[in-house]
């Protein structure tokens, strides 16, 4: 059982994330945001559709414990880093959110980050989230330049999500 906050931010991925396509990115056919590599890692079957999709996102935030993060806040946190978390794997955000809460950054959603989250301002996790994502952007560009392709994908969602904090 999800909650209305886990909905609504599952909801929002699959809106970015569109149907099925291949962006050239190496990564082969995606669906719904949903690579075979991911759906292999996870050990999810390929979705053939958005309620699928949706199915598979469910469990993936429940294996990955991320759902602590959503709880019951589809706020621009919850959206910030499950966004972050789709495009670039579940560890690397869960370590910003935990450098951001002043904890170790071992990429685990355990017991002392889900403390620390309850505890937090959220919106200025959120804050620290974003701007910490902007950085590895930059890095990704400029550590190779074809990435500039991306940039003006990457940009728009970056916007989206610091006008979320309005």
């Known amino acids: 059982m999800t909650t209305a906050a886990q909905d609504e931010i599952v909801a929002r991925v699959l809106k970015r994330e569109g149907g099925v396509k291949d962006i050239g990115d190496g990564k082969g056919l995606t669906r719904f945001g949903q690579t075979p590599g991911w759906l292999t890692q996870f050990n999810l079957l390929a979705p053939t559709n958005a309620g699928e999709a949706a199915d598979n996102y469910v469990a993936w935030l429940r294996r990955t414990r991320l759902d602590v993060v959503i709880s019951d806040h589809a706020d621009a946190l919850s959206d910030a880093v499950i966004d972050w978390a789709v495009h670039s794997g579940h560890v690397t955000p869960i370590k910003a959110l935990q450098r951001v809460l002043g904890a ?4 685990v959603m355990g017991p002392e980050t889900a403390r620390l989250l309850a505890a937090a301002d959220r919106r200025v996790l959120a804050v620290g989230i974003i701007a910490d994502r902007v950085e590895m952007i930059g890095r990704l ?22 006008r979320a904090l309005g």
């Open 104 to 107: 170790a950054p071992d990429g």
């Open 141 to 162: 560009i400029s550590g190779k330049v074809s990435n500039a392709r991306y940039a003006h994908g990457w940009a728009r969602r970056m916007a989206e999500h610091i």
